[in-house]
């Protein structure tokens, strides 16, 4: 049997034939059904595109119902035990793992554009000392396409990949930056020598009469954070970035763009969220008062659940062993046993069992950097660091192939009003 949908109009009872692909169909083809020869046709409608594809990608497999996370087919949990955050940066831009080499010299290239221009830093000093670090972010990335002009061409893939190395190499230095430049501390040059992750931490913490060695616990958690961060399929953020690079736009200003839409509250700062309601609830035993406000409706339990996943995220599994050894580490262990009482008594309870409310990614993350003593209005900007690989894997695909977005809508004003002067009205 061909792989096709009957669809029948009972307005006019005219049956259409419509070709299945992927277990989709192509939204235009509702347009050939019509009441008259003349009307415009059917369109979906779908608020928040809930089930609608908006494009072909080879990037990130996700599968909710079953907890499974992939890039480029590579098992989260896989990529987690083994790679590093830079080397899956380049599996999602590349499509493949690197070889020794090219690793090298992707890492090299990478770390030696972390350096802000002074043009750059000096913009970043106008700026309020109680500034958001979030509108800090996107207004800098922003005006880095007035740095380098040439990122305008990107139709050019040899352009496209200097662009994508400089916006992954310059948003750690932009990221410390903003919170020296909050605390009246000059800022520090990166040190390329001590990689990714232990570099921000240098520019981050370094004092100007000391020399600075990153704790490698702290290091190789921040690391793996931005590994299970960097992308996520078709999320809020990824699509303003495919939305505002299919105009052909930079991918500096299409970068902004994506930050913008992480920095609302409905899409970044969960594991912010997280942590003030951990903070909140104080001891273990206000943990059945609150579980009964959340069963009432009263409140929300922040880190369980997740519009896409129906199972166990598996990020949280992952990030879960690595908050042990942070914790480790530092003296806030209690916020570490409450957050695990609060799990253990909510997956024991048929309320969230039923309803499949599992932790999430965020009801971890927040615990350790919040262990790392990042400031809780930081975290928001951590993701974006992380995720800005997906973003530009993302753009990186689409340019191969842009197709302007332009979605349409269903009206619902008025209609051939006449204008009235204003003495009239």
Known sequence: MADTLTITDNRTGQTYEVGITDDTIQALALRDIKVEEDDFGMMSYDPGFKNTAACESSITYLDGERGILEYRGYPIEDLAERSTHLESAYLLINGRL????????????????????????????????????????????????????????????????????RIIAKLPTIA???????????????????????????????????????????????????????????????????TIGSSLADPYSATAGACAALYGPLHGGANERVLGQLQRIGSKDKIPALIERVKQGEERLMGFGHRVYRNYDPRA???KKMADEVLDQSADTPLMELAKELERIALED??????????????YSGIILHAMNFPADEFTVLFAIARSVGWLAQWHEMMSKPVLARPRQIYRGGRERRYVSIDER
């Not at 048929?350 to 009801?363: A, G, I, Q, S, T």
Request: aromatic residues 12%; negative net charge.
């Open 176 to 242: 410390a930056y903003s919170l020296r430049h909050r605390l009246g501390w000059p800022y520090v040059y990166p040190n390329t020598s001590l990689g990714y992750t232990g570099n921000f931490f240098h520019m981050l913490l370094k004092k100007p009469e000391q020399s600075y060695e990153p704790n490698p616990v702290f290091e190789k958690a921040l690391d793996l954070i931005f590994l299970l961060h960097a992308d996520h399929e078709q999320n809020c953020s990824t699509t303003a970035m495919r």
């Open 317 to 319: 599994r992952i990030i």
């Open 98 to 165: 690197p070889n020794r080499h090219e690793l090298e010299e992707w890492t090299g290239e990478i770390m030696s554009r972390s350096m802000l221009h002074e043009k750059a830093k000096n913009l970043m000093g106008g700026f309020r000392a109680d500034a958001h670090p979030m509108g800090v972010l996107v207004s800098s990335i922003a005006a880095m396409s007035t740095f380098y002009p040439e990122a305008k061409e990107v139709n050019d893939e040899a352009v496209r990949m200097r662009q994508i190395c």
């Open 350 to 363: 048929d309320y969230f069992v039923e309803r499949k409310l599992y932790p999430n990614v965020d009801f």
